[in-house]
């Protein structure tokens, strides 16, 4: 079957190589300069799907509406590039295969494709960034109309995203065109390519599915599966992959547990936990793909067991707790961000709570957090003059390092942060030049700006590294 997609020159194919150590991008060249540089987000192939849903019309102050809106992943770069573009019928070449009787290239490296995803909520879209050129290859509408203003994302092991709409309902999206389906058969695979390439709701053919759920939906997180045997390097293969989502109810949280590959709801449990603003606010799975989630503000955090759905309810550790952002560590430990510069950590073998050390001038909300392969702790720092993004020792419980305004000229709304297969740590400004994302590279303490995005409120595991962190790796 012939791929209709679209390639692009800044497009490096090190990522295929798997003995190379892939380059970032910047602005169409090897990363090698300091201080910030904008780029332009390009285009690349997407696709889409049918799916038949209602529900009720929902919103917050968190984010936007769902309404339409204009965009492009583009801004202005000190060194320019050329993005040309060209047309294909044999799609990406991300298996380039072997030589024969070769030995396996097993190095850290090994990675066919790398994307970041990031909901552009206000426009009722979501974007499929290139975490290595910061191109952006794909924009996709997040639900049907009525059910949309997305949120929170969450990657599965083989780089597919699901996205929860706070109007009500989950999509999913195939992160390669090699994935998706031919639904009109017509021999040709119709994506996105790009930001300015978005197809209405039913015409992508990248989008697998979508089911619909109670609205001020916030919380979704993939398991890895079952594992089915190890490759040739010894990673494990999974298969079977489910993935969690929550919805308020009643002044209570109903979670639900979806196939991963055909979008139907396996089970549910309510949950007598729940607040205003949608029982669960933040969610992620464990090393037994369990379920954790907080809800907002005064908690408790909640924890479900993926064999039974039998829960346990957790009460926060102090009146004046308050619980944001959350993200589960590589040894299972819950971190819950706050107001006025609480960080909490939870141990579920000890069943103790940590309060995190933070510097004086540390009075941020601390919103979406991830852990790095470092065993430290980064999380968007909303509010203050440690606006910015925080770096947290898991271990010690002790902030390491503060990225603020002197290193990101300009930032605005941290919202969400996360960390990709490099290392390098992505946070998404809301409201920087009308939404965006900070790239920040830990080791030379040096930070681009992506722009282009439109009203951007994510605050998840928009990598896929959060579930490779505590359970294994993926394979894009």
Not at 229 to 248: L, Q
Not at 335 to 348: A, F, S
Request: include cysteine.
């Amino acid at each position: 079957m012939m791929r209709k997609t679209r390639s692009i020159s800044i497009l490096a194919l090190s990522l295929v190589a798997c003995g190379d150590e892939g380059g970032r991008g910047e602005a169409g060249g090897q990363s090698g300069t300091s201080g910030i540089t904008t780029v332009t987000a390009g285009s690349a192939t997407a696709a889409t799907t049918e799916a038949t849903t209602s529900a009720s019309v929902g919103s917050d102050s968190e984010g936007g509406s769902g309404t339409s809106a204009t965009g492009g992943a583009s801004a202005t770069s000190a060194t320019s590039a050329t993005t040309g573009t060209s047309t294909s019928t044999t799609g990406f070449k991300f298996d380039l295969g072997s030589f024969p009787d070769a030995p396996p290239n097993c190095g850290d490296a090994d990675v066919e494709f790398s994307y970041i995803w990031i909901s552009n909520s206000s426009q009722g879209t979501v974007s499929k960034i290139n975490t290595r050129t910061l191109v952006e290859e794909g924009r996709y509408t997040s639900g049907p109309p009525g059910a949309q203003d997305p949120s929170r994302t969450s990657v599965n092991l083989d780089g597919d995203v699901a996205v929860v709409n706070r109007q009500g309902g989950i999509t999913k999206i195939w992160a390669i065109p090699e994935r998706c389906q031919d639904k009109n058969n017509d021999n040709v695979i119709t994506t996105s390519t790009g930001p300015n390439d978005v197809l209405p709701w039913g015409q992508d053919e990248c989008v697998a599915w979508n089911t619909p759920l109670l609205p001020a939906s916030r919380p979704v997180a993939w398991t890895t599966g079952d594992k089915v045997g190890e490759d040739e390097c010894g990673n494990a293969i999974y298969d079977n992959a489910k993935v969690w989502a929550t919805g308020p109810t009643g002044g209570q949280t109903m979670v639900y547990l979806i196939d991963g590959d055909t979008g139907a709801i396996e089970n549910q449990v309510t949950v007598p936990a729940g607040s205003g603003l949608g029982g669960c606010y933040g969610g992620a799975v464990d090393q037994n793909n369990d379920f954790w989630c907080v809800v907002y503000s005064g908690g408790p955090l909640v924890h479900v067991r993926i064999t039974d759905l039998t829960y346990e309810i957790i009460p926060m550790p102090i009146a004046t707790s308050s619980a944001y952002g959350f993200t589960v560590d590589s040894k299972g430990r819950s971190w819950i961000g706050g107001w006025n510069g609480l960080v909490h950590r939870y141990d579920p073998m000890t069943q103790q709570w940590t309060q995190v050390t933070v510097p004086a001038n540390y009075t941020s909300l601390t919103r979406g957090m991830m852990e790095d392969q470092n065993g430290h702790i980064w999380g968007a720092a909303l509010f203050g003059a440690s606006q910015g993004i925080v770096r947290i020792d898991s271990d010690t419980a002790t902030v390491v390092e503060i990225v603020d305004a002197s290193k990101l000229p300009g930032v605005s709304t941290p919202t969400g942060a996360s960390v990709d297969v490099d290392g390098i740590v992505w946070m998404v400004d809301q409201s920087k030049d009308g939404g965006g994302a900070w790239v920040y590279d830990p080791t030379t303490q040096t930070a681009q700006w992506v722009g282009g995005l439109v009203g951007p409120y994510t605050y998840s595991d928009m990598t896929g590294w959060a579930l490779k962190n505590v359970a294994g790796g993926p394979s894009g």
